[in-house]
């Protein structure tokens, strides 16, 4: 499922797997079914209309079938994983025509005490061992939650966890996990959002420091990461109006040089409701600018930077009056920005990737849909399309894809 936070975020803001079809047979099937459709059917968003609501959209005319680069064979047996996000991901190499993601994003929280821990370990490192199996690299984002709620950072910061992780981390250790198994983990995600409470820069560093000192305890040879927004709250703010696009230096400016290995720098579309007079955000090159997350990553002494995105096809899903769509024109724009902003970071000496958070939500509380076919039922289509073709491009540029999708 989707994190807590981001999905508490944008709420406030208001195939059956077997046997891949020969990848020319499918989008033979594709290209048909396209034309057919176009042949039969007035689109829904006219060229000239998706120009007035995406600035994006100016050099974008239509969806243009494309093959996948697809270079390496598809992970076999991924489709009966015992994770839920391998076996996603598995439906997404079916789509592409063989393997497409390095690394895929998973969530966690924190065990509430110490009798927590050995459950909490256990399930982790069957995941973890299972994600080295297939040969994919986790990207853990561990949520400061517990089964009491959201945890203290005050408290945090001065060590009040540090017993409880401690035994966690020497746990999964004893499991059989390793530094290779671990991958990468990312802790306080968007803690420059309201979510976890009042924001406060302040206690992101020493909460920051902790935890990645007592990770590489253990675990010296994984990754440490963070995750923060393009869009920050004034220290202090649970007012989910007050966001702007400003400097990150703040929360980084006190974490060791070198302790954090990538930077993770969070940016999404967004929309009011359908009939509320406010603008939108389709643009990534504010949702997602560059010069706020090089800024960050050279000040931790960071070398790599993922970007966490995605683009959505309905907002407000389960309030008919309230239900804003997009054109597969305007998902491929904003994509082809989102890789703009990639390049900008590249050219800039980082080591780029760019995970894409495609999970249908339309049915949640949250009711977004950012997924771009039917879970489970992946067909020939133009969001099918756009998806094929931005991964095409990430691969063009030498840029890393990474995922997040569940069941």
């Given at each position: 499922?989707l ?73 076999v ?36 005490t ?6 909490a ?26 089964e009491?709620?959201?945890?203290d ?68 040879g ?15 703010s649970t007012?989910w ?17 070198g302790?954090?290995d ?28 560059s ?117």
């Amino acid at each position: 499922m989707l994190g807590f936070a981001f999905c508490m975020f944008l709420f406030s803001l208001l195939f059956a797997h077997g046997a891949a079809p020969g990848l020319a047979a499918y989008h033979k099937q594709l290209t048909a079914d396209k034309a057919s459709a176009r042949k039969n059917s007035s689109p829904k968003t006219t060229a000239s209309q998706a120009k007035k609501t995406n600035p994006l959209t100016a050099s974008v005319n239509q969806i243009t079938p494309v093959t996948p680069r697809s270079i390496a064979q598809a992970h076999v047996g991924m489709a009966q994983s015992s994770s839920l996000v391998l076996r996603k991901l598995a439906e997404y190499e079916k789509v592409y025509g063989g393997a497409l993601a390095s690394h895929a994003m998973l969530f966690t929280n924190i065990p509430t005490t110490q009798s927590d821990v050995p459950a909490a370990a256990a399930d982790m490192a069957g995941t973890l061992q299972e994600f080295a199996h297939y040969g994919v690299q986790p990207l853990v984002v561990m949520e400061p939650t517990n089964e009491r709620g959201v945890v203290d950072f005050r408290s945090y910061s001065q060590g009040a966890y540090d017993s409880i992780l401690d035994a966690y981390y020497q746990s999964l250790q004893q499991r059989g996990v390793t530094s290779a198994s671990m991958g990468t983990w990312a802790y306080f995600p968007e803690a420059n959002h309201p979510e976890w409470g009042p924001t406060n820069p302040a206690d992101f560093a020493p909460n920051i420091t902790r935890t990645v000192n007592l990770q590489k305890k253990y675990f010296p040879g994984s990754q440490a990461s963070i995750l923060l927004d393009s869009q920050s709250y004034p220290a202090g703010s649970t007012d989910w109006g007050g966001g702007s696009y400003v400097s990150l230096l703040p929360y980084v400016k006190d974490i060791p040089v070198g302790l954090i290995d990538s930077f993770g720098y969070q940016g999404f579309p967004w929309a009011p409701a359908a009939g509320v007079n406010q603008a939108s955000s389709y643009n990534p090159a504010q949702y997602l600018a560059s010069s706020l997350a090089s800024e960050a990553a050279r000040q931790l002494g960071a070398h790599s930077i993922w970007l966490n995105t995605g683009t959505f096809g309905r907002m407000y899903a389960q309030n008919a009056s309230q239900q804003v769509s997009v054109s597969p024109l305007q998902r491929q724009a904003m994509l082809t920005g989102v890789v703009q902003q990639a390049r900008n970071l590249q050219t800039s000496g980082f080591n780029i990737s760019v995970n894409l958070f495609s999970e249908d939500k339309s049915a949640t509380s949250e009711g977004t849909d950012w997924s771009y076919w039917k879970a489970g039922a992946p067909v020939p289509s133009d969001n099918t399309m756009v998806f094929i073709d931005f991964v095409n491009k990430l691969v063009d540029n030498h840029i890393d894809f990474w995922l997040f999708d569940s069941f």
